[in-house]
């Protein structure tokens, strides 16, 4: 899988847009890119994927440079309950049995 | 819908003693998958299940570790002979295709 680098961490004010970086310059064709959360004493979260177009759900939109070399995670109103590590991925297409691979992430702190 | 869930939250051990480990996957998921992850550590690769193929258990660490699957459904991972470098959080994924969800974990203590 390609390498991804994201900053250590970042904070934010509670009611304001969070807004997470993510750098992925080796990434293949094939890749998709994938965002994860874990809240502290919780299982990973998934938030949300995406392959070259922008994507929003319930949680989160996933902006996507046009040449795929970095991704930025939203959050639009960020909470109290969104502080938490965020991770960057990127999977190839068809990996379903591949085991998943955390870097470091990103602590995102959300102040009152 | 009802998500991945693990069972018992909690679970403190003595160093010899033989655990079990219960995972419930999200209906209908192919697709499951251990990991364990030490605190502070990231997530260590476990075992994984697809349908009726062989698991993939390349990950387990030790021939005290075991894991099944019965129905295709409910997995279980069993230490053998607990060590305190077995105290983590085991946690457990499925998937139906690349999207894994993860249960809350099963937190672990080896006295």
């Known amino acids: 899988d390609a390498k991804t680098t994201q900053p250590p961490s970042m904070d934010c004010a509670e009611g304001r847009a969070a807004n997470l970086p993510c750098n992925h310059s080796?990434?293949?064709?094939?890749?998709?890119v994938y965002w994860y959360r874990q809240i502290h004493s919780q299982g990973p979260q998934y938030i949300i994927h995406?392959?070259?177009n922008n994507e929003t759900n319930e949680m989160a939109s996933l902006i996507i440079t046009e040449d795929r070399k970095s991704s930025t995670l939203i959050l639009p109103h960020a909470t109290l309950r969104d502080t938490a590590v965020y991770y960057c991925i990127v999977r190839p297409l068809g990996t379903s049995g591949s085991r998943l691979t955390f870097g470091e992430g990103t602590q995102l702190t959300v102040n009152p | 819908g009802a998500g991945v869930s693990q069972s018992p939250s909690n679970k403190v051990t003595e160093k010899g003693k033989d655990v079990e480990l219960r995972c419930d996957p999200i209906s209908g998921h192919t697709a499951l998958y251990w990991y364990r992850q030490s605190l502070g550590q990231g997530l260590e690769f476990l075992i994984y299940f697809q349908g009726n193929s062989a698991p993939d258990k390349s990950g387990l660490p030790s021939d005290r570790f075991s894991a099944e699957r019965t129905g295709g459904s409910v997995s279980t991972l069993t230490i053998q002979r607990t060590q305190q470098e077995d105290s983590a959080v085991y946690l457990c994924a499925s998937s139906l295709r690349e999207t894994q969800y993860f249960g809350p974990g099963t937190r672990l203590l080896v006295l």
């Open positions: 995406g392959l070259k």
């Open positions: 080796t990434i293949s064709g094939n890749e998709y």
